[in-house]
T-cell receptor, first 115, second 108 residues
């Protein structure tokens, strides 16, 4: 595709429900990132996938958050038992390989609202 | 641990005035620094990186290892520069860590 694609673009869910956010990176990009963007918090790193290496999950805020990347391409970020503080824009990004020397391209984001 | 600090949440300047968006970082090694920009209703995109030593849209940024800073500067602000600006750091192959961002408003 032309760029990083994310779905859904907007999601409203009830507190306590599970949600899945999908990211389709640029073809051939081996590095994939998830970030959370919220007012006053800036861009918060969540998780980073690089090729076949074990993902860096150090940014996941709680065990309600998980992510997987199947076949080295599409990634899904899952939030279980959503809370109101999970409301934010979830951004996915990808790059060719390691960050250095390679531009990271961002998707348009998935706006999550927990009511 | 890697950390990026942008002390200003909002910077408001008049058109034609100089702009300096501050960024300080903490990292024990030799990091690579970036500035990303997000214009209204657009995706976050790379503005410039320190290793390129380039000027993009009139913006420049110099890495000062002594002061651990990577401030973004432009001599004459334009209205189209109004956006959210993020400073970011990576340690050559690892994750990209962002600051909290600074909103730049250029007034006519």
């Amino acid at each position: 595709g032309a760029g990083v694609s994310q779905s859904p673009s907007n999601k409203v869910t009830e507190k306590g429900k599970d949600v899945e956010l999908r990211c389709d990176p640029i073809s051939g990009h081996t590095a994939l990132y998830w970030y959370r963007q919220s007012l006053g918090q800036g861009l918060e790193f969540l998780i980073y996938f690089q090729g076949n290496s074990a993902p860096d999950k150090s940014g996941l805020p709680s065990d309600r958050f998980s992510a997987e990347r199947t076949g080295g391409s599409v990634s899904t970020l899952t939030i279980q038992r959503t809370q109101q503080e999970d409301s934010a824009v979830y951004l996915c990004a990808s790059s060719l390989a390691r960050t250095s020397g390679n531009t990271i391209y961002f998707g348009e984001g998935s706006w999550l609202t927990v009511v | 641990a890697q950390r990026v600090t942008q002390p200003e949440k909002l910077l408001s300047v008049f058109k034609g005035a100089p702009v300096e968006l501050k960024c300080n970082y903490s990292y024990s090694g030799s990091p690579e620094l970036f500035w990303y920009v997000q214009y209204s209703r657009q995706r976050l995109q790379l503005l410039l990186r320190h290793i390129s030593r380039e000027s993009i849209k009139g913006f420049t940024a110099d890495l000062n290892k002594g002061e651990t800073s990577f401030h973004l500067k432009k001599p004459f602000a334009q209205e189209e520069d109004s956006a959210m600006y993020y400073c970011a750091l990576t340690n050559y192959g690892n994750k990209l860590v962002f600051g909290a961002g600074t909103i730049l408003r250029v007034k006519s």
